[in-house]
Every structure is written in structure tokens, then in C-alpha cells.
């Protein structure tokens, strides 16, 4: 193989100092996502304080996040069911640091939930009211739900889920 | 399935990994596709297409950035494409370019790819934060090793794998990438350097991450004819698979990349490979964290689902070993261009397979390997099993 | 099941681009002395404008640099009256794109007053002082 790879490495340094030439720009990249038939309809469920999910009309599979169609068979989802605010810990990490890459100084505990009655579907959430040692997999958790007057029709209805004995 | 022509890989090349290029992306794809071409003593008169593989546009900040790394990729008036699957694009590169010769549509093919991460500020992960779902994900606040740390917990808490078990990869790909040239941030680190290291999101801690870098490899493709007039030792490509999962990564089970396993049996079933544990020489999973690189040889089917930190305890897979995985020191040692990183899998098995690989050389002439990339929402298996 | 039917974001990132090893050495010149070069690929017996350190046609390795003469010729121009957003200029921008008889390639730049094609031009470069290794270091191109 070639011994002698091409490149030339610069320092964060090197930038401060100027020791190369660079143009800076700053996109103006906003958007406005169309959330679809299903999820908008999710969000208002959210707002009511429930956790919505469809059917698919082939295999009877029940989906949430909800979807107008169902991935495995290719087919519809039009049933529109009322699920359980429960669920068990499928998946869960203790998160040390931000969005924005910055340093945390409480963890935050995201989890995929996997909510009752479905057959292992769930969305990811934030799990509340317990200290980081105390999470398990497979832990039975409930939904803690913002007051109605300050639902917005966002996953953060749900404010967190916590652990139900 | 129906091939028109057998396919080889004629030459190879790479640039540095590095945290920031001075070079420009067009500037470092030229660098690797003209490596690629004197190492097969081609000119590019004698190329009749060119397949780029590049991750976002995001990264190196161009819109349409295959059109943008047309000229130094060696594109000029030439059939040119570009294809992007996340992380997977590396390896599927290979894919891309293969059907352009095993279709009988081209003698040779030319296959770059380029990643230029660095210009992506503050950090490149801000560029993937919509890989987040925008309506019901976005507004949790995540950040992106959350993707990582929910699949690797689940995957340590399914087999019940200690930590220790997991950093032992990032140990010995490290030490690995001592021997590569292009090698980012090659090191002897020990394990307790990863077990100390600080805790991002549990069970990831910072080492045990590969580096946001700089860089682009490129490979030749020829078609069996032409290939035997270019050089002795065609590396033959015998196998292609990918594949790729629902979106909706939360209603999967993320122990096991199905995906992949998909993919690798594609691949084999092409190559003839019927016992991959005993007919694989070495292998080269794609490992972004290290983690993956158990959880890839698992979903590669080279061993029983659970099994991979056992053989890496075991020293199976050291260089050394009965069955090496990555010798080149992978994505943890030699760097992660993310691009460029699966296709400097492939470049590892054209010289492998060729007695090339010099200090990283695997003993006992392999003849037969495997590389695998995986990218997007923990979503695609990209596969290539290469004989010599 | 009207509501809710759009969430608002943002995409946050901003980017810093090198210049590259050749746009370096392209910028360098115009800064310190006031002047244009290209890259010559010998094989194709091409001047590369702006310089490039391949050549895109035989992929040949570039590194002789060449001085161009600072006379151009209008190859092409317009007039801006509107903002990239849309909004009216308070002054039209007058924009050209100049090739050089000896250069394979050309720069898009602004132009001092109105141009046809076909007119010579040359680059009018700022102070030694105040430039800073941009294009914007030639103010603009003016006729001859």
C-alpha cells in the first residue's frame, strides 16, 4: 500500500492564528415541517392527555408513533386505538451531556418506552422521578402528564415517565 | 441472480485521516482517486466511469456535494453518480461501482469517496440532529450518542456483557492503527484509559468513540478481462449485499442488526460462502464505536448472537488470531471521514489479500474477507466479501 | 385534527471552509502582490482559473504556478437589482463573468460600471493595506 498517504493536518490553533485562509458562513436554515396526517393527529391526542396509536388493517399490528401505513405489510393503518399510559423500559442510557454538546449537571435519563398492549412498539422519552442506579431494563413505568391547561400538542405533554412499583 | 461479468479491484488509494484538512474536499478525493489510478498504472482516459459515495451535504457545508467533488473525483465528462446511505455509504461505494461493471454497461469503474467533517461548526453532530424524528423527538432534547448508548445498553444488558468486555475493541484497534500511514489518532491506550475516560451518555464514555475527521480513499473496478491485463492479483469481488430496516428504530429490538445480517447473507449467497465462521479469513466490521464491531461480527454471522466479546477476550480476534478483526486499526484507530471510512475497509482488504498490508499484514494468506459498513438511523447493512 | 399540522425549526450549524492548497496560494498572490495566477497543467497544455492542484482532464498533479496578465474580456454579465432574499438593491450590482486569453476558466466578479460583452477589463485591486486574502480583495473589474 502507498506509504506515503496526502494531507495536510491543521491545528484548532492554526485557525485562531490565521495561518490559513477561510470564509465563514451561516446558513439561514429554518424550517417548517409538515408533522402528516398521523403524527398531527397524535399531537392531539398528546393535548387530551392520551397516547394514540393505529392498526394496520392487515396484520393487526398496533403502531406508535402512529402511521397511516404500515411498513411491513404495505398496507393501511386506518384504525385509529386509544393505548394504555403505561409501559415497560426497552432501551435506556444516562445522558451526561446536551443537544448542544455542553455538559449537563443533572443527567438526564432518555429511554425507549415500550407502551402496554402493543407488541413491543414504543417512541423514546425521558424517564423522571428516579436517580440514574435505580432504572432497569424492563422496568414498568407511567406517563407523568403536564396540567391540561399547559399542554401544547408536544411530546412534552408527557413531562417524563416514572417507575410504577 | 444473473452477473454479466466478474468484477476486480485493480488499484487502491487514501489520503491522511486528520481532524481538519487544509485541502478542500475536491482537493483530498483527488488526492486518493489518483493514488487508486497509478497504483494500477491507469490513466483516466482509461476509466470509463466514476461512482462517489459523500455523507451529508451538511458536513462539508456544499449543496450537491457530488457535483462539487466531480473534478477532483476525476468526473469531467465522464457517466458520474454519487450515492449517500449514511455511515453505510463507504462499503455500499463499492456496490455502486460494481453494478457499473458486473452489469457488462462498463469495463472500469472508479469509486472515491470523500468526507470534509471538519467544516461543519460547532460540531459536526449538529448536522445530524434531524436524524432525530422533528415532531416527537426533537423536542426531548436529544443528542445524537443517544442513538449509541440506547443500542449499546440494550445489546450489554441482552447478553449480559460487562464494559470491560466492550473497551477491549477500542484497545486493540488502537493499537491496531499503530501500523496504518493514514492513521488519525493511532495510540497504545489501555483499558483503564477507556474505563476512565468521561462518561457522555452511559455506557458510552469518550474512547470509546471513533474521531470526527478528514479524508477520502479510492479503488479501481475492473471487469475480468481487463482486470488480468492490469495486474497479476486481481482482488476479486464475489459478493454484495446490503439492506436496510424501518425508520422507526424505536419499535425494533436493537440487540441485533438484522439489517445486516440481511445484507451479509446476500452477500454470501453471491460468494458461495455457506459457513462464514470457517470461510471468512478476517474481517473488517465497521466500528464507529466499539461496541459495533461486536455487534457487526454478530449480525455478519460470524459468530452465535452474544458470542463476539467472548472471541475478543479470547484474542481471536487480535491480528494474530484465528479469525482478525480489523486489522487496520478500523474507524477507532485509523479515523472516521464517514464516507471515506468504509471505503478505507475495502482499500484494507484489496491489500490484505494481496500480501500488502506490510506491518498490519494478516499471516497465513488469507484469501477470503469480508467488509461491512452500517449507517443512517442504526438502519443499513452494506456488505462486500473480496477473494484474492 | 386541523391543529398541529406544522412544527417550526431550525437546522443549527454554520461552517468555516479552508480555502484549500490551491485557493491558498490564489488568494495569497492576489493579497500580497496584487496579482492573478493559475496552475498549469502541462500534459493538456491548460492554465487553470481559478488555480486547482489537479487537472480535471488527465488528473494529472498540478503545482506550477503562472502569472496571468491582468486583462480580461467580458465573457458574459448581468445586473442585480434584487437581494438574495428578494428584497430591492438600493443600487444595481452590475456582475460579469471575465476570461483571460491565456487562462482556461475565468472569475465572476462585479464591475465598476455597465460592460458589453466582448469589452476588456482589469482587475482594480483594494490597498495593500486593507486586503485580507478574500476575493473581495479586487474590488472590482473596470474597462480598459
Not at chain 2, 114 to 131: D, G, R, V, Y
Request: glycine share 8%; aromatic share 8%; net charge positive.
Amino acid at each position: 500500500m502507498p506509504s506515503q498517504p496526502q494531507g495536510t493536518g491543521l491545528k484548532e490553533e492554526d485557525f485562531e492564528r490565521e495561518k490559513v485562509l477561510t470564509v465563514a458562513y451561516q446558513p439561514l436554515a429554518k424550517y417548517s415541517w409538515a408533522t402528516g396526517v398521523a403524527i398531527s393527529r397524535f399531537l392531539s391526542g398528546l393535548k387530551a392527555g392520551e397516547i394514540l396509536g393505529t392498526k394496520c388493517d392487515h396484520c393487526g399490528r398496533i403502531a406508535v408513533p402512529p402511521r397511516i401505513f404500515c411498513e411491513l405489510c404495505f398496507k393501511r393503518s386506518a384504525v385509529w386505538v386509544k393505548l394504555p399510559d403505561t409501559g415497560s423500559v426497552n432501551t435506556f442510557s444516562i445522558s451526561h451531556i446536551a443537544t448542544d454538546t455542553t455538559r449537563l449537571k443533572t443527567p438526564t435519563i432518555p429511554a425507549v418506552i415500550e407502551i402496554d398492549s402493543t407488541r413491543h412498539a414504543g417512541f423514546l422519552h425521558i424517564i423522571g422521578e428516579a436517580k440514574p442506579e435505580e432504572v432497569t431494563m424492563g422496568m414498568r413505568v407511567k406517563a407523568v402528564w403536564a396540567d391540561p391547561e399547559k399542554r401544547k400538542g408536544s411530546i412534552t405533554d408527557i413531562k417524563y415517565f416514572k417507575p410504577i412499583k | 441472480m444473473q452477473v454479466k461479468k466478474r468484477v476486480a479491484v485493480v488499484g487502491a488509494g487514501m489520503t491522511k485521516f486528520m481532524r481538519r484538512a487544509q485541502e478542500t474536499g475536491k482537493e483530498l478525493a483527488f488526492e486518493a482517486a489518483k493514488q487508486a489510478l497509478d497504483s494500477a498504472e491507469m490513466r483516466m482516459q482509461d476509466v470509463d466511469s466514476v461512482a462517489l459515495g459523500s455523507a451529508p451535504d451538511a458536513f462539508d457545508g456544499v449543496h450537491m456535494k457530488g457535483e462539487y467533488l466531480l473534478d477532483g473525483a476525476g468526473g469531467w465528462q465522464k457517466p458520474y453518480s454519487r450515492n449517500f446511505v449514511g455511515g453505510g455509504t463507504g462499503v455500499f461505494s463499492v456496490i455502486h461501482g460494481w453494478w457499473h461493471v458486473a452489469s457488462g454497461l462498463f469495463d472500469t469503474c472508479l469509486v472515491v469517496a470523500e468526507e470534509k467533517m471538519s467544516t461543519c461548526l460547532p460540531h459536526p453532530q449538529t448536522a445530524f440532529l434531524t436524524i432525530f424524528d422533528n415532531m416527537i423527538e426533537r423536542p426531548l432534547g436529544p443528542n445524537l450518542i443517544w442513538i449509541f448508548a440506547l443500542e449499546m445498553h440494550r445489546y450489554m444488558q441482552k447478553h449480559k456483557i460487562p464494559k470491560e468486555q466492550i473497551a477491549q475493541v477500542a484497545v486493540k484497534n488502537k493499537r491496531n492503527a499503530l501500523d496504518h500511514p493514514s492513521a488519525q489518532i493511532a495510540k497504545a491506550v489501555t483499558l483503564r484509559d477507556i474505563m476512565n475516560s468521561e462518561v457522555m451518555a452511559w455506557p458510552v464514555q469518550r474512547l470509546d468513540i471513533s474521531p470526527v475527521s478528514d479524508g477520502a480513499c479510492a479503488v479501481l473496478l475492473a471487469s475480468e478481462d481487463v482486470a488480468r491485463k492490469i495486474t497479476d492479483s486481481p482482488v476479486w469481488i464475489d459478493g454484495v449485499g446490503w439492506n436496510l430496516d424501518t425508520t422507526y428504530w424505536t419499535n425494533r429490538d436493537l440487540y441485533f442488526p438484522r439489517y445486516v445480517a440481511n445484507a451479509a447473507r446476500m452477500a454470501y449467497g453471491m460468494a458461495g460462502i455457506t459457513n462464514p465462521r470457517k470461510q471468512i479469513d478476517f474481517a473488517e466490521p465497521y466500528d464507529p464505536f466499539d461496541y459495533k464491531e461486536l455487534h457487526h461480527m454478530e449480525g455478519l454471522l460470524l459468530c452465535r448472537k452474544g458470542e463476539a466479546p467472548k472471541l475478543t477476550k479470547e484474542g481471536v480476534t487480535e491480528r494474530d488470531g484465528n479469525l482478525p478483526i480489523c486489522p487496520s486499526g478500523g474507524l477507532l484507530g485509523v479515523g472516521n471521514p464517514i464516507a471515506a471510512a468504509g471505503l478505507m475497509k475495502v482499500c484494507e482488504l484489496f491489500w490484505q489479500l494481496r500480501g500488502e498490508a506490510g506491518k498490519r499484514q494478516v499471516a497465513g494468506d488469507p484469501r477470503t474477507a469480508v467488509a461491512q459498513a452500517w449507517g443512517d438511523l442504526m438502519q443499513i447493512g452494506t456488505v462486500v466479501v473480496m477473494r484474492s | 385534527m386541523s391543529d398541529f399540522l406544522r412544527i417550526e425549526g431550525d437546522f443549527p450549524v454554520h461552517f468555516r471552509y479552508t480555502a484549500g492548497i490551491a485557493g491558498e496560494n490564489f488568494l495569497r498572490e492576489i493579497k500580497d502582490n496584487g496579482r492573478l495566477v493559475a496552475t498549469r497543467c502541462n500534459n493538456c497544455q491548460l492554465n487553470y482559473l481559478p488555480p486547482r492542484i489537479y487537472c480535471e482532464r488527465c488528473m494529472s498533479k498540478l503545482e506550477e504556478y503562472v502569472q496571468i496578465e491582468n486583462v480580461g474580456v467580458i465573457q458574459s454579465y448581468t445586473v442585480c437589482t434584487q437581494d438574495n432574499e428578494g428584497k430591492q438593491l438600493a443600487e444595481p450590482v452590475n456582475v460579469a463573468f471575465v476570461r483571460f486569453p491565456s487562462a482556461h476558466g475565468g472569475l465572476i466578479h462585479r464591475t465598476s460600471g455597465e460592460v458589453c460583452v466582448g469589452d476588456k477589463v482589469r482587475a482594480v485591486f483594494k490597498d495593500k493595506s486593507s486586503r485580507t486574502g478574500s476575493i473581495l480583495d479586487i474590488k472590482y473589474f473596470e474597462k480598459i
